[in-house]
């Protein structure tokens, strides 16, 4: 008895047991979670201080910032600004047309691409190939722009005349004067080539995740390849691909470098895409920095707030679609 | 003892030779046709050619098929040929981007580049005065910068991601994937909007190292997410199991455990930066002298290296000497690119 006694006085109380967190865990958890917030508050921050530069220029402007195509410093005999007129609409025009481009040319060569890589290729020729398009997917823009501007240029200026000859009568394929060079054409082009492995690695993703039991059941009903792919591979990865598409768009749109470097940037509105002059909104503010007094600077970070808001708004519409169609098979 | 024969594995379904055969003269005669189109046609070329013989390859491919079987192997075929085409397509840029530069990029090169900058010469002299030297210890400055700017908020928001998975996890992997689509320039029009123009009023290389990070965390993040996604979480719960608190199941066996998976975050961000050209134009100056503090004054950069002699330029030598600087660009990414794969494939995943 008193053994007992004596032994129940030695042992201690027992640990308090509780779901609560330690201080440390406390700690550990505020500062990840504060860090996780890291990329919200710099979204934030982009946008907000984008804004509190461009706001004078844009409540000058208004709407006709965005739909207005005049960008114009008159200067007075001191130098001295005296009249000032910003619109975007000419460079947004290009934009789209450059990134439309890109994604007609880039996403069909992307997606067979991806389809070669998932269903034909095989072994180590297929691990070969994933590694060089994701080395692609890493070059600078400076190197695309700059191969584009010497190696490309050639061989995509007598494509276009080829177009131009045989699809001339189309006023998009129309040009005023015979300049093929540094057309917004070839900029699509580069910028197809760019986003080529940025689609064809979502889009093989996407193959990937295809259930196998479907395309074995398809391959066991007699299907070929192709009836295989149409019956169940397409209606499957649709939506992640054009998701993709969506990516390689966003990122079209705010191609600087390669831009700038490739296209003949003059500020006009242009609809003829083989006719060299044009441009984008990246590559206006490139290309006006260099000189630009306060009150340009201003409209200069309007137009990089617009931009922003551009390519937010397609990754974002890309980001959900991807995760709508691509997290099936996982 | 009877010896029973062990029949040869036989293949019914596989291409017999005679059919290969037949398949390879269809391909000559393809050849040939592109042959005479090019002669009879408005085409020329090697484009030309290849698109010909692209054209009547799948053209006398798909009559076989449908001569040989029917028309659903005939389409199939069509689909094989084009899916082929495509990867062509696609290879070709990437063949051709790397031939160019190491073509073009070697004349430049010179042992002179490693130890000079460019104070003493300019882009259209011979390409042996002057050199990188300023340009390199720029970019691994500004590179070095953005690092350690970028990896402790890229890991955390990897760990929140993995580890914490908060009520939040799904809107902060949302921004993280809209922030990987920020425009390069947006990120240094932002920099010059926050920083630069209320505050500095200075174009130096911590500008640059800043800007560059607004593009690197996204980078680092999502890799980070994927190698700790790896991470089995039969570790955790062994973490758990021994009594360990959450950071110390974190710091002691997460982390170390997804140590190779971090480098490999680390060096695809630092691949995904080196050579960004946008931002580093507008706010970190670009200068032609060596400069080690990122604090004060401009500083080069190998983007800016390249971008300053091609667009100044114009003789031969400053061709040269900017497709030496790609050159240069070129065989860091690709080394970079080979350390990540190389890391990330040793561990079996």
Known sequence: MTLLENRSAEIPAPREITTKPRRSDQIFRAVVTIGGMTSLVILGLIALFLSLKGISVLRVEKFTFITESKWEVLQDAEGKVAESTFGLGAMLIGTFLSAFIAVIVGVPIAVLSALYLTFYARGPVKKLLISLIDLMAAFPSLLFGFWGFIVLMGSAEYWAKLLNKYLGFIPIFDVPAPIFERSPFIAGLVLAIMIIPIVTAISREIFDQTPLDRVQAAYALGASKLAMIRAVVIPYGRGGVVGGAMLGLGRAMGETVAVYTVLNVVYQVNWQVLFGAGGNVASLILLKFGEAGPEEVNALMAAGLVLFLLTLTVNAISDVLINKFGKKGR | ?349
């Open chain 2, 1 to 349: 003892m009877t010896q029973s024969t062990i029949p040869k594995p036989q293949m019914p379904w596989g291409t017999s030779k005679a059919q290969r055969m037949a398949t390879a003269s269809l391909l000559v005669l393809a050849g040939l046709l592109a042959g005479a189109a090019i002669e009879l046609t408005g085409l020329s070329g090697k484009l030309g050619f290849a698109a010909a013989y692209f054209f009547f390859a799948s053209l006398v491919i798909f009559a076989q098929q449908l001569q040989l079987r029917d028309l659903a192997a005939a389409k199939d075929s069509l689909l094989s040929s084009f899916a082929l085409l495509a990867m062509t397509i696609t290879l070709i840029p990437i063949v051709s981007i790397v031939s160019t530069v190491v073509l073009k990029g070697y004349k430049g090169i010179h042992f002179g580049m490693f130890t000079n900058d460019m104070t003493q010469a300019s882009v259209n002299d011979p390409v042996q005065a002057g050199g990188l030297l300023h340009a390199l210890v720029g970019t691994i400055i500004m590179v070095g910068g953005a690092l350690i700017v970028s990896f402790p908020i890229g890991l955390l928001t990897a760990l929140y991601l993995t580890e914490i998975r908060g009520s939040l996890a799904r809107p902060i992997k949302f921004l993280v994937q809209a922030m990987s689509g920020v425009p390069s320039i947006v990120a240094g029009l932002f920099i010059l909007s926050i920083l630069v123009i209320p505050v500095t009023q200075e174009l130096n290389g911590l500008m640059g190292s800043l800007a560059l990070s607004i593009l690197m965390i996204p980078t680092i993040a999502r890799t980070a997410e994927e190698m700790l996604l790896l991470i089995p979480n039969e570790l955790r719960e062994a973490g758990v199991a021994l009594g360990a608190t959450q950071w110390r199941t974190v710091s002691g066996v997460v982390v170390p455990a997804a140590k190779s998976g971090l480098v490999t975050a680390v060096i695809l961000g630092i691949a995904r930066i080196i050579g960004e050209t946008a931002p580093i134009l507008l706010v970190s100056g670009g200068a032609d002298a060596l400069n080690f503090n990122p604090m004060s004054g401009p500083m080069g950069s190998l983007p800016f290296y390249i971008w300053k002699a091609f667009l100044t330029g114009g003789t031969e030598e400053a061709y040269a000497r900017a497709w030496g600087g790609m050159l240069i660009l070129l065989i860091l990414i690709m080394v970079l690119f080979g350390l990540a794969r190389y890391l990330s494939g040793r561990r079996a995943v």
